[in-house]
């Protein structure tokens, strides 16, 4: 597989602003569920932070991509006309909104009634920012891109490394209930079993995929050995993951990290593939 340096910054901030996504919902799961103490609840919202932080990382991932803060910026003018537009809007939104609600958990300087309604305003910018990457990569120029499958991938990825994140900071905070203890474990796995069955999927359509100078499958001749490789790191990682859970041993704030540390490479690994498919269709 033969990709620019150019498009690996937008490797790193799909994949880690979507874990950092898919962490979010977990926590904003378990503090909307009820049923945390105060002191349980208040330690969660602190160690939120490697939440924004992973945020943080993959916008300057972006930011790098795009060469120089100003054209962040005016990436930004064609909000609600242009997807890239809303994705910055959105993405930014969610980023400010988060650190703010954060900040103010940290500080104990809002109710908690006050933090949910931001947690809630929070959620909703997370999914317009969802909804600006996935829009921006559905372009009909681009059929290899132009499927059902870009975004269901991106929520997979969200859920397969977010979910570590979120059992990580569950076990950092003391937060050992049931489903809390095992669902992202059961929901990652879940996800890696249906990004097989994508895999699949979209290597089938490939091959009826072309334009008038060349064909899908022959951007990646080395299509099949990548997702091996990537489905040999999310599978072990998973191995790993669900031998400490038959042993009772919930993760540590630093081995769950490392685990979704794992899941997100494995992920890269997808995600340069999918980069490495673009095409244009209607050239003369």
Known sequence: MIM????????????????????????FAALMAGGLDPERRHALEKRMIVVWALVA????????????????????????????????????????AGIVTWYLAWKNLATVQLRNRLHWLTLLLCAGFLYGMC???LMPTVPTWNTPLTPLAYVLTALIGGGAVAAALFAAAGIERGFLRHGPLKLAALAVG???????????GLASIASS??????LTPDYAALMA??????????????????????????????YGGLLMLGEMVGRGVFYNLHMTVGLR
Request: net charge positive; with cysteine.
């Open 229 to 258: 490789l990537r489905f040999v790191i999310l599978f072990s990682v998973l191995g790993l993951w669900v031998r400490a859970s038959l042993r009772g041993q919930a993760l540590s704030l630093q081995t769950g990290l490392a």
């Open 135 to 137: 829009s921006f990569y």
């Open 213 to 218: 100078i060349k064909q899908a499958s022959a």
């Open 57 to 96: 990382v993959g916008f300057g991932c972006a930011a790098f991509h795009l060469g120089s803060p100003a054209r962040f910026i005016n990436a930004s003018f064609r909000f609600g006309a242009a997807a890239f537009s809303n994705e910055v809007v959105f993405g930014s939104l969610f980023a400010c």
């Open 4 to 27: 620019g340096w150019h498009e690996w910054p937008l490797v790193l901030f799909t994949v880690i602003a979507q874990t950092a996504m898919g962490a979010f919902w977990w926590c």
């Open 194 to 204: 249906l990004a097989v069955l994508l895999t699949i999927t979209q290597a089938n």
